[in-house]
């Protein structure tokens, strides 16, 4: 059955229904009688808690001023009593209030006044950490507590600047205030609504005509402190009430079947099929829809698409992910080519091009060359295979971090005339994951090249020390010509590859040169664990 028809038969059902309704309801004037005592007793409730708000309306305006006020704020600090007795005690008739307390932001009391007479509502304020930390946590509160003199209304808001109109900054301290509820109070109460009004002791009445309001007053906990009873008899509501209770059953009938109707075709029809596809779109999961694709009506259409949509969707995602799995790999490829083989290649070049001259002058030291140059190459061999079967360039190697560093300077070194120093604390070294070791000898294997290719220099050093803060710092330093770092960080792919390695390994990249007066590079970077 099609959506729309199972909505056709629910309204002709309760179209039944309520025709049949009406005919019964206007058989029974009790109906009616119950609508306006209903209406009455929403009107008095409404009416009471108006009032009741109306009541303390002054005291909240009193709090919300006073506490949302620069002022304020600057008598905490100063505690001015000339201050207060101008601004505070003089209020208190103003906003019809018999008690004003200023506390601190450690609940310590840092003013106090009350109405003359009234001294001894000085001391009405909760002495528990609790209500220290509650006034902490909520930004106002509302509740009475019991004097001997009857019942007491206080309101709390936090002290803070005037810009702080969402009161979200941590509160200077609490502005309070409180009001009395005594016997006038209740009086006025009382011909205002025209009932009886009672504070903790109910008004009895066997009169079905008479409704009677529970208004309960809470203490700062949201316990039961106090209830205010009220008592209302309706002429009106007396003369109405002969009515029949056979009308006040159909009444209940009546309103019992619509529910029923309405609430189990809306189950069973629109609310569970409308949940099953609110399911299958937060999981994203076929396999929930199940139950609505074998269906012949819209949710079944509507369920086969969306499981056809899902099954495009993970096809996307698959190809997706291979698609940017093949450029992470392609990027990474080029940038440890660049960084490793092409500047081993470079470094061997460099020696080879030197063997003329140095052989000679010095044939031994040529060989030696030679052999290193030889060496070299053979390396940056292996390294090309490691490629080729999808691995990373030192992936196997066995040494420490501190042997890695040694091998990659002594290599680089015999290429050159320049001295490499080293200065490689072994103990920070142990630090050094293996992963970032990867990543470290990268730029310290293109920093070393190009101080040996560009700068000119005499002496190079090495350093790999702790720093404060548990971090630990490579720097490459050389004597050579220097340059501006501002015109040269923008252009080659060597140092974007640097700077991309160092937030690899978490840290940062440092450029200090000048010309003529060498270069320091360094990166800072926290030990993986």
Not at 258 to 281: D, K, S, Y
Not at 354 to 362: E, Q, V
Not at 449 to 456: D, I, Q
Not at 469 to 490: H, K, M, R, Y
């Amino acid at each position: 059955m099609r959506v729309l028809t199972r909505l056709l038969l629910v309204l002709g059902i309760l179209l039944t229904i309520f025709v049949t309704a009406v005919t019964l309801l206007k058989l029974s004037q009790d109906r009616e009688a119950k609508a306006v005592r209903a209406n009455l007793q929403a009107e008095r409730r409404d009416l009471l808690e108006q009032l009741i708000r109306l009541r303390g309306q002054s005291l909240y305006e009193f709090v919300r001023d006073y506490s949302l006020w620069d002022a304020m704020v600057d008598f905490l600090r100063s505690g001015d009593r000339q201050w207060a007795a101008v601004n505070i005690d003089a209020s208190l008739r103003n906003f019809d209030a018999q008690a004003v307390w200023v506390l601190r932001a450690d609940g310590a009391v840092h003013y106090v006044v009350t109405a003359p007479g009234q001294p001894e509502l000085a001391d009405l304020l909760p002495r528990e950490p609790a209500f220290l930390a509650r006034l902490q946590t909520e930004p106002e509160l509302h509740f009475f507590v019991r004097a001997a003199s009857g019942i007491v209304e206080i309101r709390t808001a936090p002290i803070l600047p005037s810009a702080d109109i969402p009161r979200q900054q941590k509160p200077r301290g609490w502005f309070i205030v409180a009001r009395q509820w005594d016997a006038e109070n209740l009086k006025t109460l009382a011909e205002s609504l025209q009932s009886r009004v009672t504070l903790d002791v109910p008004v009895p009445s066997d009169s079905p005509a008479t409704i009677q309001l529970r208004h309960p007053f809470a203490d700062w906990k949201g316990a039961p402190l106090a209830v205010l009873h009220l008592s209302y008899f309706s002429p009106s509501l007396d003369v109405l009430l002969d009515g029949s209770d056979d009308e006040i059953w159909l009444l209940y009938v009546f309103g019992a079947l619509n529910f029923l109707v309405i609430a189990l075709t809306g189950m069973l029809w629109f609310i569970r099929p409308l949940q099953q596809l609110n399911r299958g779109l937060v999981s994203g999961q076929r396999e929930t829809l199940v139950p609505l694709i074998s269906r012949s009506d819209e949710f079944g259409d509507v369920a086969k698409r969306l499981a056809g949509s899902f099954i495009q969707r993970d096809a996307l995602q698959e190809s997706e992910a291979r698609l940017l799995h093949s450029i992470e790999l392609r990027a990474r490829l080029a940038r440890d080519l660049h960084d490793g083989i092409i500047q081993s290649i470079y470094a061997a070049g460099l020696g080879l091009e030197s063997l003329t001259k140095l052989r000679a002058t010095d044939p031994a030291a040529a060989d030696r060359r030679l052999a290193s140059c030889q060496q070299m190459l053979n390396e940056t061999l292996w390294q090309v295979r490691n490629f080729i079967g999808a691995l990373e360039p030192e992936s196997d190697r066995r040494q420490t971090t501190s042997q890695s560093i040694t091998t990659l300077a002594t290599s680089l070194q015999a290429l050159q005339s320049v001295p490499i120093a080293l200065d490689v604390d072994q103990a920070v070294a142990a630090r050094v994951s293996p992963t970032q070791e990867l990543q470290l000898l990268q730029i310290l294997r293109e920093l070393l090249s190009n101080a040996l290719r560009h700068s000119g220099a005499r002496h190079i050093r090495v350093s790999l020390q702790a720093q404060a803060g548990d971090l630990i710092e490579l720097t490459v330093t050389d004597d050579g010509i220097g340059f501006d770092p501002a015109q040269n960080s923008g252009s080659g792919r060597g140092l974007r590859n640097l700077a991309a390695r160092a937030r690899e390994v978490g840290g940062q990249f440092e450029i200090a040169s000048s010309a003529g007066k060498g270069t320091r590079i360094a990166v800072v970077f926290r030990a993986m664990h």
